[in-house]
């Protein structure tokens, strides 16, 4: 049994002091007792999950951002598209290994992997992609939900198209036979979106998947986050996007929509009292030209939020949450829209703990019993820190500073960042170096 120590640990309760952690062998949580040192640390938090990334799109960042024309979401796929056609299962592994150690160092302590790169450069069908991405996470020490994607069309109604054709499974049957073969990695499911995949197919292709998974695996989806989607939409179904997932499907509380950058009022309060979870990606959506997620009425009624890195061109849990509360706070012209009468930052690291959660069906986002043991420390001496008391650390994180001024991070009672590096970080950055600059060239 791992025992850690804390000056200050942020439980569903709120702060409490002077506290030892009791991790069991599967890295859980299995008692929070009294402590008295030596301390592994001043201040602990729940590590913070990340529910939704595309990790090959780490190699795309800072690439295209000089101004050709009316550049939006649709001409940066065009460039993603042609990342994505070079990609091997080699490269897929160093760039995941580079991303997810970034993630830890930033305070993500788990991820949703949504993986739609499946096939290899010539074609070829089987799951060397995805464990690639199994392999990189395991050995940076990232908790991993790996979410293999159905994507079988270009558009609504619409072939796919020639940069889509390493995503596609043009038969469930095939998808299913892939799913067979990643089954030892406890995957979930994401559905693309629904210009990729058919709002009548959903249901029945949920229910071959729950047969061979199981009833209770997270359910992922691309959702309303683009206005020219929206309208395709509406042109293709009659409805909108949330409209036409709530009117095909069953969406429950196992369901995570991503984005929803662009709903209707009343799709907002069906998705909350349907139980189900909206994962916001702020930095991409700001990167990508998407817009602001109008959650104003969703957040204050109480609904289930979630935070993801996605296109992994900034990889920063503390920016993630921090432009969750400033995305409101521009569009609703006011301030402290996640905040309660103690604060910001621990209502909104808890929340998208919670939320975290549940997108990944894992036991993790708080240090609660029968929690896994993930925890991001941080310490005095961090700019960002400097002047504040213990209990307004996280304010002043969120508020002032970043993943930089993480310490230690730990994943199910292992240390695997250590005053803010992550092992063999050098070489590691070395051979991604060396293969996005080949990416580029062919």
């Known amino acids: 049994m791992t025992r850690l120590q804390f000056r200050y640990l942020l439980t569903p309760r709120g702060w409490a002091r002077d506290?030892?952690?009791?991790?069991?062998?599967?890295?859980?949580?299995?008692?929070?007792?009294?402590?008295?040192?030596?301390?592994?640390?001043?201040?602990?938090?729940?590590g913070v999950p990340n529910a939704h990334s595309h990790v090959f799109q780490r190699a795309l960042a800072g690439r295209g951002e000089a101004r050709h024309g009316e550049d939006s979401f649709w001409s940066w796929r065009e460039a993603m598209y042609a990342l994505a056609a070079r990609i091997d299962a080699e490269d897929l592994y160093v760039i995941a290994r580079q991303a997810?150690?970034?993630?830890?160092?930033?305070?993500?302590?788990?991820?949703?992997?949504?993986?739609?790169?499946?096939?290899a450069v010539d074609?070829?069908?089987?799951?060397?992609?995805?464990?690639?991405v199994v392999k990189a996470a395991r050995d940076s020490g990232i908790r991993l939900r790996l979410l293999p994607?159905?994507?079988?069309?270009?558009?609504?109604?619409?072939?796919?198209?020639?940069?889509?054709?390493?995503?596609?499974?043009?038969?469930?049957?095939?998808?299913?036979?892939?799913?067979?073969?990643?089954?030892?990695?406890?995957?979930?499911?994401?559905?693309?979106?629904?210009?990729?995949?058919?709002?009548?197919?959903?249901?029945?292709t949920l229910a071959d998947v729950r047969k061979l998974l199981g009833n209770d695996i997270p359910v992922h989806i691309h959702i309303a986050e683009q206005q020219r989607e929206v309208e395709d939409c509406v042109e293709a179904t009659g409805h909108s996007p949330i409209d036409a997932l709530l009117?095909?499907?069953?969406?429950?509380?196992?369901?995570?929509?991503?984005?929803?950058?662009h709903p209707r009022d009343y799709e907002l309060r069906a998705v909350r009292e349907r139980g189900a979870t909206i994962v916001v990606c702020p930095l991409t959506e700001a990167y990508l030209g998407d817009g602001l997620f109008p959650g104003r009425d969703y957040l204050a009624g109480g609904g289930s939020v979630a935070v993801g890195s996605d296109s992994n061109a900034r990889i920063d849990a503390v920016e993630e949450l921090r432009w969750l509360e400033y995305g409101q706070r521009l569009s609703d012209q006011a301030r402290a829209r996640l905040a309660d009468a103690d604060g910001l930052a621990v209502s909104l690291w808890q929340r998208a703990g919670v939320g975290g959660a549940q997108a990944l069906g894992l036991p993790v986002g708080t240090a609660a019993l029968g929690a896994m043991a993930d925890f991001v420390v941080l310490e005095p001496h961090r700019s960002s820190l400097l002047g504040h008391e213990p209990e307004q650390w996280l304010d002043a994180l969120v508020v002032a500073g970043s993943g930089a001024d993480?310490?230690?991070?730990?994943?199910?009672?292992?240390?695997?960042?250590?005053?803010?590096?992550?092992?063999?970080?050098?070489?590691?950055?070395?051979?991604y170096d060396a293969v996005v600059k080949k990416l580029m060239e062919s």
Request: glycine share 12%; net charge negative.
């Open 100 to 119: 997810y150690g970034e993630m830890l160092a930033s305070g993500f302590t788990s991820v949703a992997e949504f993986h739609y790169l499946h096939h």
């Open 149 to 204: 994607v159905l994507y079988q069309l270009g558009g609504f109604g619409r072939a796919p198209g020639a940069g889509q054709a390493r995503f596609v499974h043009e038969r469930k049957d095939d998808f299913l036979r892939l799913l067979e073969a990643l089954k030892g990695h406890d995957p979930g499911l994401a559905f693309h979106s629904l210009r990729a995949v058919a709002p009548e197919t959903l249901s029945g």
């Open 406 to 431: 993480i310490a230690d991070v730990y994943v199910g009672g292992r240390r695997v960042v250590e005053s803010g590096h992550w092992p063999r970080a050098a070489d590691i950055a070395g051979r």
């Open 19 to 46: 506290r030892a952690v009791a991790i069991d062998e599967a890295g859980r949580i299995e008692a929070i007792e009294d402590g008295s040192g030596p301390w592994d640390g001043t201040l602990a938090v729940p």
């Open 123 to 132: 074609g070829a069908r089987g799951p060397e992609q995805a464990e690639a």
């Open 247 to 261: 009117d095909a499907v069953e969406v429950d509380e196992h369901w995570s929509l991503v984005h929803a950058t």
